[in-house]
């Protein structure tokens, strides 16, 4: 097969908010460019994009999938990517190497808060945009609501090209304002679509006119020739406008808005064409940023250049394992090629190159610079990783996901399950970018770090389906400390007669209390060697301990000085052993005379939020004991809000939160010091420190 040049690709990104259309506007496309024979159905779960289990059970995209199409002698990598805000760093990995991203709008939901992220994730990435308006079948669907919208949320350069004729069940067409022309469907003929062209219905004439005024006065402002031409009185044809309007997409300037139906296939054909009309090649794109040793530096879009491969993500496979799918940033590779992984300085040997379409693979003999690629059977490459040439081990620069929002812990139903959990949860973070493990030895707990209950779900059954391990969720225990409010002293006596050498010791200590955060001081103010210089160590070991292992409640004990200043020795019976028993029973008494009180950690939070929904955060922000230490205002309308949180109250806040702004907000939170609990908060035993 013959290498594909970069001026024969698209890589396109569909994103949008949940239940948009996503996934049966990207069967469609499918359906009508002859890439499968019949088009599937997401309720019936049949759909090439949403083949693992946790997604046909939901009806819901849980990660991204690619599904190419040739339309034309050029190649569509269609990425499906997931529109629900938990599985956003999988969306974006996917966006983060296309070069249209296609945002998808319902037209009877209209803009929603993952439309508002995906595009401001696809502007952050520099992204051309096209905006289609799908769902136009339904009832309640009202474009010209949507329309609306649109404009009031995306501002200049969103230009409408295509107006639909008929509303609801009586959707059947679409006219073309560019060149003043309607298409046809017959949608009792059903999917996939060819439409006819024919003249502009006459009830819609009118309107169709002025919008076209509209949108070529919009055009013709990027280009001066055409400019002159147009208040000359000149008629410009749609060769001239398409041309204009493809650079202002290219220069993500110009976002054009379409219609369709996925689910009757009205528009779906123009849609197809205009991906491949419209669309920047990737050899038209700004090159790719790596990072060579501590420099950023460009590599382009060259067939002729360095193999270099990033990989977006690793899908799971029944014959292979696992499949890892990355775009060719540069160069061209072929089967058996030898790349270098520069995060663990091993070499991978691409054993054979595949073509995936869903969970559908093929072989292929050459992939090319600006194609995506599926990698079977890599041995220690993961999602976000980069392979390269040996002598050139450079890094793709992609972006990093949002940290996890929700920690949550589990715990295995049996041995056996508890022997795989952490190998399972392992190979799971390889694939997913916004899931983390840790094991907190302090509470014996592992927490996982998700973006929401239903990633954690997904995690949950993925654990059971994939790798046979069975957990149950559990709270995260929050590790509370202990510390003491006023100066105290005490003697430890440790004496100990069993036959032969006894135990013997004794020393007393003064405590204080540290500044917070400054842990644990310890002092020798023996004189006259009382306790010889070789057992004070021991004395010390002896308080450490006695703090790790808790103080009233059971916590352990922080920011306290200790001072030993006297104590008695037997020069057969004392040992380390002794004076270390000495010194924790020292400690344990002073510590009840010394007012102790209980630390809960504190943590920083930044929310960003939408202007108009500051009310609200705040608002539930105070009933969580916070203390506010600022707004300042941030990109788009939105304004950040910063607060230290008790950590006890946000152990739903990811849930809470978008309930509260309908998704449209965002936090992070970070562990900032520990602060006094309130006494009638403060947990009466230790069971009770669970969030």
């Known amino acids: 097969m013959a290498p594909l040049s970069p001026s024969n690709i698209r890589n396109v990104a569909l994103a949008g908010h949940h239940g948009a259309g996503k996934t049966t506007l990207a069967e469609a496309l499918l359906a ?9 159905s997401v309720e019936r779960g049949t759909t090439v994009c949403d083949f693992e289990p946790e997604e046909t059970s939901r009806q819901l995209s849980v ?51 993952q439309t508002e992220e995906a595009w401001r994730t696809a502007a952050t990435l520099g992204l051309p945009r096209i905006v289609v308006v799908s769902k136009l079948d339904r009832e309640r669907a009202d474009f010209d609501r949507v329309l609306a919208e649109i404009i009031e949320a995306f501002g200049a350069g969103v230009a409408p090209i295509e107006l639909p004729i008929g509303a609801e069940a009586t959707f059947r067409g679409v006219i073309d304002l560019l060149d003043d022309r309607a298409t046809l469907y017959d949608v009792a003929a059903g999917p996939p679509l060819a439409g006819t062209e024919g003249p502009i219905p006459d009830d819609l004439a009118v309107t169709e006119h002025q919008v076209h005024e509209q949108l070529v006065e919009g ?24 041309t204009t309007l493809a650079a202002g997409v290219a220069s993500a300037t110009v976002y054009p808005v379409l219609c369709c139906s996925g689910a009757t296939g009205v528009g779906v054909d123009r849609l197809a064409r205009l991906i491949v009309e419209l669309g920047p090649a990737p050899d038209h794109r700004p090159p790719a940023v790596v990072l060579a040793g501590d420099t950023l530096t460009e590599v382009a879009c060259d067939p002729e250049g360095p193999p270099l491969v990033a990989i977006a993500r690793l899908q799971p496979d029944q014959h292979a394992g ?8 540069s160069g061209t590779i072929r089967p058996d090629t030898v790349l270098l992984n520069p995060r663990t300085r091993t070499d991978e040997r691409l054993h054979s190159l595949q073509l995936l379409r869903g969970r559908e693979s093929s072989p292929v003999d050459v992939v090319t610079a600006g194609d995506f690629v599926a990698l079977p059977r890599l041995t220690a490459t993961v999602a976000g990783d980069t392979l390269a040439p040996k002598n050139q081990p450079v890094l793709a620069v992609l972006p990093t996901p949002d940290p996890p929002a929700l920690s949550a812990a589990v715990r295995p139903t049996s041995r056996a399950d508890e022997d795989k959990l952490m190998s399972a949860l392992q190979r799971l973070c390889e694939e997913d970018r916004g899931l983390s493990v840790s094991r907190i030895d302090e509470t014996h707990q592992t927490v996982l770090g998700v973006q929401g209950e239903v990633h954690l779900a997904v995690v949950i059954e993925r654990l059971a389906r994939r790798f046979s391990v069975s957990v149950e969720r559990e709270d995260v225990q929050i590790p509370y400390r202990e510390t003491i409010t006023k100066a105290a002293q005490a003697e430890g006596r440790h004496k100990k007669q069993s036959g032969g050498h006894g ?32 057992y004070i160590p021991a004395v010390e070991k002896g308080v450490q301990e006695a703090m790790a292992q808790g103080g009233i409640l059971g916590y ?41 009180v209980l630390l809960e950690p504190v ?83 230790r069971s009770s420190r669970s969030a």
């Open 556 to 596: 352990p004990v922080v920011d306290v000085a200790v001072t030993v200043d006297d104590g008695k020795f037997h020069p057969v019976d004392s040992s380390e052993m002794s004076f270390k028993m000495a010194g924790s029973l020292a400690f344990r008494q002073a510590l009840a005379e010394a007012a102790p």
């Open 503 to 534: 135990q013997f010791g004794v020393c007393h200590l003064r405590i204080e209390p540290l500044p917070r955060g400054e842990g644990f001081a310890f002092h020798d103010e023996v004189v006259g060697g009382a306790i010889p210089r070789q």
């Open 322 to 329: 696992r499949i890892a799918v990355g775009r060719v940033l």
């Open 603 to 685: 943590s920083k939070l930044f929310v960003t939020v939408p202007s108009d929904l500051q009310g609200e955060v705040l608002g539930d922000l105070h009933s969580r004991r916070a203390r506010i230490q600022g707004t300042e205002a941030a990109a788009d309308g939105f304004q950040m809000v910063i607060a230290y949180v008790p950590t006890v109250e946000l152990a739903r806040y990811a849930v809470d939160l978008r309930a509260i702004t309908g998704g449209r907000a965002k936090f992070r939170a970070e562990h900032d010091h520990y602060d006094v609990v309130p006494d009638h908060l403060a947990p009466t035993e």
């Open 219 to 242: 055009i013709v402002v990027a280009d001066d020739d055409l400019m002159t031409r147009y208040l000359d009185g000149e008629s410009i044809d749609r060769a001239d406008l398409e």
């Open 32 to 40: 009508v460019s002859g890439a499968i024979p019949r088009q599937g």
């Open 63 to 113: 990660g991204s999938a690619i599904a190419p199409f040739v339309l034309d002698g050029v190649k569509v990598n269609l990425m499906d990517t997931p529109g629900y805000a938990d599985f956003a760093a999988d969306a974006l990995a996917a966006m983060a190497l296309s070069d249209l991203a296609i945002v998808v709008v319902s037209a009877t939901d209209g803009v929603q808060a």
